[in-house]
């Protein structure tokens, strides 16, 4: 039984407390539209934070395991998504700070992303199906509800209503996967079940296979993996675009983190050639993305397309990882970095929005003379996403692209991931490079420059600094990456 | 297993299934709540019959307590309780319908070859009855933290839930008042 003092208990607990006593307080305060929610739900993420970097300095933590005899593990892995999702909680809590003012069920509001981190976090810290799914839906029925949150606007029901029957779906297959699993080796410890499909005889693969099959078909809907990506686009732009940047930044992490867990290690230990069949599925996607991109006329739409887009490249990594030393610790790295970069986008978006209302990218023009600081978060995260030095995107996509080439060696077809992530940049640098033109180089309406939102203003400036910062001295960031990555050759020892 | 109580099995499960998946449609298709939720307890009640036969007494007795007794019995208290006419246009694209029943054959094909083809027919089952002490044992050491998790999930439905059904413009009216 895992010890009540380990880091992902401590994390339930803190925000689990916090997000469940939010609402009884606006019950007993009976007032609208308060930031004092925001507040606390902002300083039980930044304690939680503060608590994970604790553990990891302090190394009270396991190196990054694959297995455990428990339900959740506290290790490396666990924490290195635990930063990136509460980061990205952290940036959407105060970037909702000015969008929720005046609005109702603000104390809900907050409520909803305290308890949705948690099933974020827990994913990366679960080491049995059970508790994995358990901690899936713990992310994803607050996010059902924080999708659907604008009740008033059509495109939010829309998007809340795609978003929980895409959801609903693919927890179904996801449990039919744990129920084959389970019914081939008796386990739903993840270890167990992994050692159960190496000892499996020639009959009996193709259940495991299909299992494995269920698990990347689930895990692809969260993701927006093409073709399990047809929801994603209309739920980001109908949702609130804060929300739109939880689920990008953190909800589609979190899926990663599920099929690292899952996934990646079934395939390495049933020695099976999933990897070919993921490389491709990331060539499509990225390219799918990119394309659609290009012709959308809307600003969260677009982002929402990039964000697929990203999950291809994110994918190269993992397709990867059972020929090169360095593919997992790439999609790490560019994990943390999408999700700075993604929900930095986004909350720029939503300061867009509440200021002047406009999401139309025709909308945008001279817009950096209007919302001079919001304009250049903008402007810096989409060239981060786009992979241009010396930002952080540029390291993590060159880590993905080089770890591509380096599995050449084993795996002939790998490079061809490279050469297919670097045409795709350069695609997507044309649909980032309009918004820009638009923003800096056209002259809008009026010149008169508006008052920006503070609480948009930090998150701004924090993500700048983030984005410069690793872009210009990464080595911390690939080092903490490198220590997350579970080491994979255990799993040859249990065949 | 004798052969005849292999067949009265086979055709038990037979008439489950068809009662299960034909209430499940049914539950889908019609257009009256209330039938619908009814048709809905049935295909409950179902599953809780195949739990019998796969000898899980003790998860029969549990989705017949939970699923058919609180929560198909909360659904149709609900349907009664809220307005009843019918509050979203129909539209029907019958290209959509059959483009996506042909996936749902296709896929339940595809699976039903696997799992036909797989040793799964050979698979020798001698499991002894199950102890229901280990069950519960396992639940507060294992998987303790999963059923705290599990408790979140239910408070963070609820939250949202009381949010999303909490009418605005009723407030408002009383503002003005």
């Not at chain 1, 927890?171 to 386990?187: D, P, Q």
């Not at chain 2, 799992?115 to 089952?125: A, D, H, Q």
């Amino acid at each position: 039984m895992i010890e009540f003092t380990s880091t992902p208990i401590i994390l339930t607990i803190l925000l689990g407390a916090v997000g469940v006593i939010l609402p009884v307080i606006s019950i007993i305060r009976k007032e609208r539209g308060s930031s004092l929610y925001g507040g606390i739900a902002f300083g039980a993420l930044i304690a939680a934070i503060c608590f994970v970097a604790y553990q990891i300095l302090s190394k009270h933590i396991m190196p990054a395991a694959i297995f455990s005899k428990n339900v959740l593990v506290d290790d490396t892995f666990g924490s290195f998504f635990a930063i990136a999702m509460l980061l990205v909680s952290i940036m959407t809590t105060v970037g909702s700070f000015n969008y929720m003012r005046g609005r109702s069920n603000t104390a809900v509001y907050y409520s909803l992303i305290l308890l949705a981190s948690i099933g974020m976090v827990l994913i990366a810290y679960s080491t049995d199906l059970v508790m994995l799914f358990v901690a899936w839906e713990l992310m994803s029925i607050p996010t059902y509800v924080l999708a659907g949150f604008n009740k008033k606007d059509p495109s939010s029901n829309e998007a809340a209503i795609k978003y929980f029957l895409f959801g609903a779906l693919s927890s179904g297959i996801i449990i039919y996967g744990i129920s084959i699993a389970y019914g081939l080796t008796g386990s739903t410890n993840i270890g167990d079940v992994i050692s159960g499909f190496s000892k499996l005889g020639p009959d009996m693969m193709p259940l495991a296979l299909l299992a494995v099959g269920m698990f990347i078909a689930g895990f692809g809907f969260k993701i927006g993996l093409v073709p399990f990506h047809m929801w994603l686009p209309d739920t980001y732009e109908g949702s609130p675009p804060t929300i739109a940047g939880l689920l990008a930044a953190g909800t589609k992490k979190a899926g990663f983190a599920a099929a690292l867990r899952v996934i990646i290690m079934g395939t390495i230990a049933l020695n099976v050639d999933w990897a070919f069949a993921l490389g491709i599925i990331a060539i499509v996607t990225m390219t799918v993305g990119n394309l659609a991109a290009i012709m959308q006329k809307n600003l969260t739409r677009m982002l929402a397309y990039s964000s697929i887009a990203h999950a291809g490249y994110i994918l190269i990594g993992l397709s990867v990882a059972p020929f090169s030393q360095i593919g997992i610790q790439a999609s790490l790295f560019h994990i943390l970095n999408h999700a700075v970069m993604k929900a930095a986008a986004f909350i720029a978006a939503a300061g867009i929005i509440t200021t002047l209302a406009v999401s139309h990218i025709d909308k945008l023009r001279g817009l950096g003379k209007r919302m001079p600081i919001t304009s250049l978060g903008l402007v810096i995260s989409l060239l981060a996403l786009a992979g241009v030095p010396p930002l952080n995107g540029f390291w993590s996509k060159l880590m993905l692209f080089g770890a591509a080439i380096n599995a050449g060696s084993v795996a002939p077809w790998a490079p061809y991931l490279a050469v297919a992530g670097v045409l795709n940049s350069a695609l997507s640098l044309a649909y980032y490079g309009w918004i820009i033109r638009k923003m800096y180089f056209e002259e809008g309406e009026s010149d008169k420059r508006v008052k920006e939102p503070k609480s948009i203003i930090a998150v701004m400036i924090f993500s700048i600094i983030f984005m410069v910062g690793i872009g210009v001295y990464p080595d911390p960031i690939i080092e903490f990456a490198k220590s997350a990555v579970p080491n994979l050759s255990a799993l040859s020892t249990i065949h | 297993m004798a052969n005849g109580a292999q067949h009265m099995v086979d055709s038990i499960f037979l008439a489950v299934s068809v009662l299960t998946i034909g209430s499940a449609i049914a539950a889908l298709e019609i257009r009256s709540l209330i039938y619908g939720s009814i048709a809905l307890m049935i295909t409950l009640s179902g599953i809780a019959g195949f739990f019998l036969l796969l000898d899980a007494p003790f998860v029969a007795m549990f989705q017949l307590s939970v699923y058919v007794g609180s929560i198909a019995v909360l659904i149709l208290f609900t349907v009664m309780l809220v307005r009843r006419e019918l509050i979203f246009n129909k539209i029907e694209d019958s290209r959509r319908r059959y483009a996506g029943i042909g996936l749902m054959i296709i896929i339940m094909l595809g699976i039903g070859t696997i799992i036909i083809g797989s040793g799964l027919k050979t698979m020798e089952t001698n499991t002894q009855t199950i102890d229901y002490r280990k069950i519960g044992e396992d639940f507060l050491t294992y998987y303790s933290p999963a059923l705290i998790v599990m408790a979140l999930i239910l408070s963070s439905s609820v939250i949202g839930a009381l949010a999303l059904a909490k009418r605005e413009d009723v407030t408002n009216e009383q503002r003005t008042d």
